[in-house]
Nanobody, 125 residues
Framework: HVQLVESGGGSVQAGGSLRLSCAAS????????MAWFRQAPGKEREGVAG???????NYADAVKGRFTISKDNAKNTLYLQMDSLQPEDTAVYYC????????????????????WGQGTQVTVS
């Protein structure tokens, strides 16, 4: 079993920055795929950024150039640096992990994700 715990959410003004963290524990491995999803009220959960076991990254068009995903394998921690935040970035952000990829290009497949964190709220005003 894998446990994912997000932190770092909060409220920020438009143009500001936040950094989210996701600490993984349990039966996790550095080769697993990890990603950030978000869900705004009344909307479906959407993929934001992913990183594969080899370190390759993938971003949703809406966040390219503003968000950066990274991970520290020694700490089993995933990060999401969010810059130039806009009100439309307001959502609950979720950390996700699975041993197999769950995105392909611009398409994301949350239904096949094995493990989710509890989510952290990001509010941009």
């Amino acid at each position: 079993h894998v446990q994912l715990v997000e932190s770092g959410g909060g409220s920020v003004q438009a143009g500001g920055s936040l950094r989210l963290s996701c600490a993984a524990s349990g039966r996790t491995h550095s080769t697993y795929c990890m990603a950030w999803f978000r869900q705004a009220p009344g909307k479906e959960r959407e993929g934001v950024a992913g990183i594969g076991g080899s370190g390759t990254t993938n971003y949703a068009d809406a966040v390219k150039g503003r968000f950066t995903i990274s991970k520290d394998n020694a700490k089993n921690t995933l990060y999401l640096q969010m810059d130039s935040l806009q009100p439309e970035d307001t959502a609950v952000y979720y950390c996700a992990q699975d041993h197999s990829p769950f995105w392909y290009g611009s398409r994301w497949y949350p239904d096949v994700v094995g493990y989710w964190g509890q989510g952290t709220q990001v509010t941009v005003s």
